[in-house]
Nanobody, 121 residues
Framework: QVQLVESGGGLVQPGGSLRLSCVASGYIFSIDTMGWYRQAPGKERELVADITRGGFPNYANSVKGRFSISRDNAMNTVYLQMNSLKPEDTAAYYC???????????????WGQGTLVTVSS
């Protein structure tokens, strides 16, 4: 069983910054892509950014130039640095990882419980 635990959410003023962290633990052989999604009230969950095991990032257009994703493979951790935050960034942010528990097994997607980010003055 694999768990993802997010941290770093909170209340921040427009223009401010936050750094989210997500740590994977449990029966982990290998982790492929890790990423961050968000879901605002009344809206569907959307991709914010993801990053391959090799470190290649991908960003939603709405966050390009403001957010930066990174990972530490040795620590099974992915980070999301969020700068120049806007009220429209307010959402629950969820970590996702594609994890293989044993050698040769299929990579399965695992979700964290979410952390709330509120951007408001």
């Amino acid at each position: 069983q694999v768990q993802l635990v997010e941290s770093g959410g909170g209340l921040v003023q427009p223009g401010g910054s936050l750094r989210l962290s997500c740590v994977a633990s449990g029966y982990i052989f290998s982790i492929d892509t890790m990423g961050w999604y968000r879901q605002a009230p009344g809206k569907e969950r959307e991709l914010v950014a993801d990053i391959t095991r090799g470190g290649f990032p991908n960003y939603a257009n709405s966050v390009k130039g403001r957010f930066s994703i990174s990972r530490d493979n040795a620590m099974n951790t992915v980070y999301l640095q969020m700068n120049s935050l806007k009220p429209e960034d307010t959402a629950a942010y969820y970590c996702n990882a594609r994890v293989a528990g044993i050698p040769g097994s299929t990579y399965l997607g695992v979700w964290g419980q979410g952390t709330l980010v509120t951007v408001s003055s």
